[in-house]
């Protein structure tokens, strides 16, 4: 099975987009790798997410959910927690946040982040991704992969 990369995770976006994207705005576009140090990128909206390891895109989610008010309504913030933990070591070389025991292996996370008008796409856009990249960490429709 081929490794799936970033530029398999745009080109399939861009598809994605191409088919129902029906507006007159410019869709949104994937962030920047998160830095383990800063804010999550769209942390404060809900989307999706990537999660790399090294250069393979491993898993892919979505966060919708409303939130708590720590997290002030995000769906991505809140959903991506559970992959992170922070680092109270005293080492100021070593990144402030770092992947959970049962995510170690990861390296890096992006995301996707929608505005309130059209966040419900990006449950569309998991699904869509998920079926023509076939993550490895990833489940298809309670667990049947395709």
Same mark, same amino acid.
């Given at each position: 099975?081929?490794?799936?990369?970033?530029?398999?995770?745009?080109?399939?976006?861009?598809?994605?987009?191409?088919?129902? +994207?029906? %507006?007159?705005?410019?869709?949104?576009? +994937?962030?920047?790798?998160?830095? +383990?140090?800063?804010?999550?990128?769209?942390? #404060?909206?809900? $989307?999706?997410?990537?999660?790399? *390891?090294?250069?393979? %895109?491993?898993?892919?989610? %979505?966060?919708? $959910?409303?939130?708590?008010?720590?997290?002030?309504?995000?769906?991505?913030?809140? #959903?991506?927690?559970?992959?992170?933990?922070?680092?109270? $070591?005293?080492?100021?070389?070593?990144?402030?946040? *770092?992947?959970?025991?049962?995510?170690?292996?990861?390296?890096?996370?992006?995301?996707?982040?929608?505005?309130?008008?059209?966040?419900?796409?990006?449950?569309?856009?998991?699904?869509?991704?998920?079926?023509?990249?076939?993550?490895?960490?990833?489940?298809?429709?309670?667990? %049947?992969?395709?």
């Amino acid at each position: 099975m081929a490794t799936t990369t970033d530029r398999d995770l745009l080109n399939r976006t861009s598809e994605f987009f191409k088919l129902y +994207w029906n %507006v007159s705005e410019v869709p949104p576009s +994937w962030n920047e790798p998160w830095d +383990w140090n800063t804010e999550i990128p769209g942390q #404060r909206n809900r $989307g999706c997410y990537a999660l790399f *390891q090294g250069d393979e %895109v491993v898993y892919i989610g %979505v966060g919708l $959910g409303k939130s708590t008010e720590k997290y002030d309504g995000a769906g991505l913030g809140d #959903r991506l927690k559970r992959y992170w933990q922070l680092n109270k $070591g005293e080492d100021r070389r070593v990144k402030r946040y *770092q992947p959970t025991h049962n995510w170690k292996e990861i390296t890096a996370l992006k995301t996707i982040d929608f505005d309130e008008e059209h966040y419900h796409l990006a449950a569309a856009l998991e699904i869509f991704l998920i079926r023509k990249l076939k993550p490895k960490r990833n489940k298809v429709h309670g667990g %049947v992969r395709s």
